[in-house]
């Protein structure tokens, strides 16, 4: 007697690059594995979530909804899934209703079959408005398990959770294990409690970061599961996924059926292994097995941010220390699981609470709005002084976010103009404002260009002239590679280089004279109290103030952006603003006079 089937889903187009090598896979080098994938028998592809969607804009100048339909052409006999964040979309903030019900029928329209909807906080009130937009679209709406271990997540929890996804109607149930935290045994618990409940698929996503996820992958299928996510081996292990063609092997010998061809999936596998080299400059340094994710929680992509961050005020040697200071984050916010937005939230206020002379001497406008609710309703109570000091008189939000905030599609509309060609642009907008209008300009201006492949190294240089040195700051040694420069106008350059395998672009714009009395001087170093400063690199966001102002001591006076998150700048003492020598924009770093305050 035949056993049943085991349905899988291949990430290679979405996360398993998004893991390894910061998700910088071009689409000229999917496409010619496509015949080999949409042939091999997979139940889904995922290839669209939100690091691919800021990837394509921000980095690689495509348009992400061209790329999602020339996938669509390439793939025709094949589901195309993709993640989405719930009421977050792609983005970090929530969206107006009408913004949701529009980016779920475009994308649906434009080829999506499968929509992985989450919520970081796993707060079902935030699926609501997704899961209804794709089921109007006739699409699989598949809801979603964010797997976290705490002191209040457990079986019956997530039973709950289900239940309540269930009764929205969703087609199928997928366990989404981000950081690798599953044990086989709970796997077995929960998957089997699962399917003993509900008459929904099920679905298993682990990362291979804790070096469990084959583990319980075995442990799933004996306990009933119906789908698994899978890598290709080209780009499976570390924080990705286990291999697509050793968990098929496994099954097929244990007599489940699969319906994979594994001599297509070696061609389709033999084609990422030859490209990934491309790539070689953004290869993540998490690329093992990392067990130190079963104490920290930390998911490796966002290790690699976190190291970037420190590497770049040289404080790399704290990175133990912020590692030390995230569950300790975490336990103040009431125990999120650490996924998009939530990791980065919880993340850079680690970073700050480490760099800074106490802790939450800072407080990121984000962190600011999850204590207050917008973001949803936190696992566990939350640090109820922390709360009354980041959120002061204000009103917190305890019902779902979205009913506060109003239909935003005609604003968003109106903002971006004539930049806009379609919906999709609009809705491109909406995702990413300041990336996503300077993709559409540059598309308008004919100047998108991508950024450069570094050439794998060889032992000269071209000419004799070195191209790589090594540096040490702060006892710390980076090796730099210059990849590239680009004159912008006659007084600024662009560079691109790597920093210890990790790419950066700097900006050199000349200043001329810097003596006393030029317009356009140096920012001095901060050295007493009523200057203000930033303890993180970042850019300038908005300058709340003006010269002649007047400002008590707590007063925001700029919003910063760094880490992927803001953070409001406050005035350390009273006064009138006597200078202010940063515009929004601006490119600062720790220690700068930003602001003068008399």
Known sequence: ???????????????????????????????????????????????????????????????????????RQALPNTRLQMLLRGQNLLGYRHYGDDVVEAFVAKAAENGIDVFRIFDALNDVRNLETSIRAVKQAGKHAQGTLCYTVSPVHNTDTYLEQAKAMVDLGVDSIA????????????????????????????????????????????????????????????????????????????????????????????????????????????????????????????????????????????????IRDVFQEIPRVREDLGYPPLVTPTSQIVGTQAVFNVLSDKRYDTITNEVKKYLQGWYGKAPAPVNAQLQRRAVGQEELIDDRPADHIPHELATLKNDIGQLAASDEDVLTYAMFPDQGRSFLQQRQDGTLKPEPLEPKPTAQSAGGVSSEFRITVHGETYDIHVTGANPVNETERRFFMTVDGMPEEIHLESVGDVSEGSPKKRRANASREGQVTTTMPGNIVDVLVQPGDTVSAGDPVLVIEAMKMETEVKATVSGKVSEVFIAKGDRVVPGEVLIEIE
């Open 1 to 71: 007697m035949s056993k049943r089937k085991i349905h899988i889903t291949d990430v290679i187009l979405r996360d398993a690059h998004q893991s390894l090598i910061a998700t910088r896979l071009r689409t000229e080098d999917m496409l010619p594995a496509c015949e080999w994938l949409d042939q091999a028998g997979y139940w889904s592809l995922e290839c669209w979530g939100g690091a691919t969607f800021d990837a394509c804009v921000r980095f690689l100048k495509e348009d992400p909804w061209e790329r999602l339909r020339t996938l």
């Open 175 to 318: 366990i989404k294990d981000m950081a690798g935290l599953l044990t086989p045994a709970a796997t077995a618990d929960l998957v089997g409690q699962l399917k003993q409940q509900f008459t929904v698929p099920v679905f298993l996503h682990s990362h291979t970061t804790s070096g469990m996820s084959q583990m319980c992958q075995w442990a799933a299928v004996e306990a009933g599961v119906d789908h698994i996510d899978t890598a290709l081996s080209a780009f499976a292990g570390g924080t990705s996924h286990p291999p697509t063609e050793s968990l098929v092997a496994a099954l097929h010998d244990a007599g489940y059926e699969t319906g994979l061809d594994l001599a297509l999936l070696e061609k389709a596998n033999n084609h990422f292994r030859d490209v990934r080299g491309k790539y070689h400059q953004f290869e993540s340094a998490y690329n093992g097995v990392d067990t130190s994710v079963l104490l920290s929680q930390v998911p490796g992509g966002m290790m690699s941010n976190l190291a970037n961050q420190l590497k770049e005020q040289g404080a790399l040697e704290r």
